[in-house]
């Protein structure tokens, strides 16, 4: 055996220690390590997985339309005229008011906040508030239908709503009573005039007939389970 | 032969202990790992091929292994703090250099076994 081998040897060894737990921690964390990746690969990486939930998403509705059809005559469907109690899985329609809001179209001037401008997500979490507190029986904001878990969050230059990017202009869709709805948000230091204030562009039509989408995220709960004590008593 | 052979092995050990031990690598020690494998694996093939060549020197190899891996990892090091990729200066090094001793390693084995 040649003087070599002993020492070379140690070192292929070493050489695939490091190689093998490499590869299993990358694949690991291969999402943690996003500093050093560039923003082209990010891009690409964000656009499958938009891609995949758009897939996903489209999987759990058939399977919904499916159970629906199953279900059907046992009124176990939330499609069941009297039980509201799962309307948040299905489209609604009623009539409610159309609210279009943009960010500012003046020009800067020198010295101005750009910040202030633009539609963040207090002023679509106020507006949205306002329309609930107006009676409003079903919102949406571009598509997103709001429920329970809905977070409007800021997420940079986007806003998130049911972990969706959304951008302007926003588009808030709300049944209930147009009159009310359209009266409590432009009632005097309402939030319609608080948005005016800063150049926001608010719009707001009464509709007779206003569609809103079935919400489409995940309805699983994780940590939450019915309290059956208080179930089985009342 | 049987030396290669059991560089071989050796090498299907490790990467069967790395597999199957419970360890992982944190995220940020990363780039170094990956260094750090490029060095050894350099310093694996220049070994065989100075064992060829009928030159190796066992000091030459443990000094050359400890100081490549010590200046890359403080390449690495400094890159990150200087917010470069100075490792990518390593790691284009060990390439070139381990293609340099495959390139030898190849014809030694062309010239041993072949025109003999």
Redesign the interface.
Known sequence: ?????L????????????????I???A??AL??LP?RRAEELVVMLKESDQQRADLEREVSGMRQQIEALADGKRLGPMAAEDTSNMDEVPLMGPGVDVTINDSSKPLERGEDPNLSIVHNDDLLRLVNELKSAGAEAVAVNGQRLVDTTEIACAGSTILINRTRVAPPFLVKAIGNPDTMATALTMRGGIVEYLQFYGIQVNIAKQSKVVIPAYTGSTIFKYARPDTAKVTTS | M??FL???G??????????L?P?????AW??Y??V??LA??D??LG??R??MEMR?D?LV??SG?TANTLLAAGLTFLGDKLGI?LYLAAIVVFGVRIFENLAKIRRLLLSRFWTA
Do not use: C, H, N, R
Request: net charge neutral; no cysteine.
């Open positions: 055996m040649d003087k070599w081998q020492p070379v040897t140690v070192i292929a060894l070493t050489v695939g220690v490091l190689l093998s737990t490499q299993k921690s990358q690991g964390f943690d390590e050093s | 049987k030396g059991l560089v071989v050796a090498l299907v050990v490790g990467v069967l202990i790395g597999a031990s360890f992982t690598i944190p995220p990363s780039k790992v990956a750090a494998i050894a694996l310093t694996g070994g065989i100075s064992g190796f066992l190899f443990i292994f990729d």
